[in-house]
């Protein structure tokens, strides 16, 4: 995920003053649009498909259903052996919206607003996680899974996969992901964003992208991500559309991205497969991606204006806890319903309980931290500010 993908209300900020050389009537004024509510949605369809892929779609580990998901659910494996295409989906909306979020505010914004909403949630699920392996027997009857104390801590800080920690929960590889863009992007709202820069840096971001794996340069290949990194230029490409309007050159730019998209999907295919132990279709799996980038450009072109359900709202909201909790707490939720239930019932039922947790972390988590968290942490950039204007950015002497 996206990854699991956050964001704040979706609307566009007012309309800035143009740059140098953008012109109204050039497509490169903002256009005022209005708030997208299928945004949440498409967020909360995201992650169903990455709990619809481990709960049904890996067919490596029958312990958990008491039996394989093709033979105990035909139908729902079909469906979950595809459904982890909702991770491409989550990026292609994390460049639209992180795009659209940094508009206009400084780096000090930029930094508050991804640690409030990433951080919260990430520690409880890594506490409820860990103490899950910790206490209750493992699915695989045996110690492997069990954490030691330090890889508990220093997956608590996100930043464990760069030092070679293995993730508590397979799904947060999704985070590090996230983290690469949002540096990449920090540094351009540190120069100031502009149609022209953005545009300058999806262009630099891509030709990295192309040149990293034959560079052979694991720095390069790491920053540039040259998998996953067309699904985050793609949406930052779409949001431009959203805010300023279609032209060829952005048509272009998404366009080649999909093309991108689709030639990465040949090795990302291989690693599903292992977990789905058969053969996927390429030709499904680009399908599935092709609809993820039509639902998120038909969206920034208003075909879905008329959707204003408010409850979408709340659900987007769940999907960043529902998205860290659902694997390893879920499998565990899973095996020992199966003792009582039949595979569907079961299905239906953990969804539920996965739903009441995921909402309990929003309501009593992140609801109440974060806001606390906003006001630490723009009073520290606040200082920092203070601190360097009086100063005059220099050390003091002697």
Not at 102 to 115: L, P, Q
Request: glycine share 10%.
């Amino acid at each position: 995920m996206v990854s699991p993908v956050s964001s704040p209300p979706v609307s566009v900020p007012p309309p800035s003053a143009a740059q140098p050389g953008e012109v109204q009537g050039t497509g490169t004024v903002p256009v005022k649009r209005p708030r997208l509510y299928v945004l949440d949605g498409l967020r909360l369809i995201a992650a169903m498909g990455v709990v619809l892929w481990h709960w049904l779609g890996v067919e490596r580990f029958p312990q958990v259903w008491h039996g394989k998901p093709s033979d105990l659910m035909p139908a729902g494996h079909l469906v979950g052996a595809y459904s982890w295409t909702g991770v491409e989906l989550f990026f292609l909306i994390s460049g639209f919206v992180i795009c659209m979020s940094c508009w206009g505010r400084s780096v000090g914004d930029f930094v508050t607003s991804r640690v409030v909403r990433l951080f919260p949630a990430y520690w409880v699920a890594v506490l409820l996680t860990a103490g899950c392996l910790l206490i209750v027997p493992t699915i695989w009857g045996d110690n492997t899974q069990r954490p030691t104390v330090s890889r508990i801590l220093t997956n608590l800080s996100m930043a464990n996969m760069p030092v070679g920690v293995d993730n508590l929960d397979p799904v947060y590889w999704t985070l590090w992901a996230e983290l690469r863009f949002y540096l990449l992007f920090g540094v351009l709202v540190a120069i100031g964003l502009t149609y022209r820069r953005v545009l300058a840096f999806c262009g630099i971001w891509g030709v990295a992208a192309l040149l990293a794996p034959a560079a052979d340069s694991p720095l390069l290949t790491a920053l540039a991500q040259p998998t996953y990194a067309w699904y985050f230029i793609g949406g930052i490409a779409i949001f431009l559309m959203y805010r300023f309007g279609a032209n060829l050159l952005l048509w272009g730019i998404v366009g080649f991205c999909w093309l991108m998209s689709q030639d990465s999907l040949r090795g990302v295919v291989d690693g599903y497969e292992y977990g789905a132990e058969h053969r996927l279709s390429w030709t499904l799996t680009l399908f599935c991606t092709t609809v993820a980038y039509g639902v998120v450009i038909a969206s920034a072109l208003g075909a879905f204006n008329w959707i204003r359900w408010k409850w979408l709202t709340v659900a987007g909201a769940l999907t960043y806890p529902l998205y860290l909790l659902h694997q390893m707490i879920g499998w565990q939720v899973i095996t020992r319903l199966r003792e009582y239930l039949d595979p569907y019932p079961t299905l239906i039922a953990v969804t539920l309980i996965m739903m009441v947790a995921a909402y309990l972390v929003h309501r009593l988590v992140e609801r109440p931290l974060a806001p606390w968290m906003k006001r630490k942490l723009d009073a520290s950039f606040a200082q920092v500010r203070k601190d360097v204007r009086a100063g005059g950015g220099t050390r003091p002497r002697g």
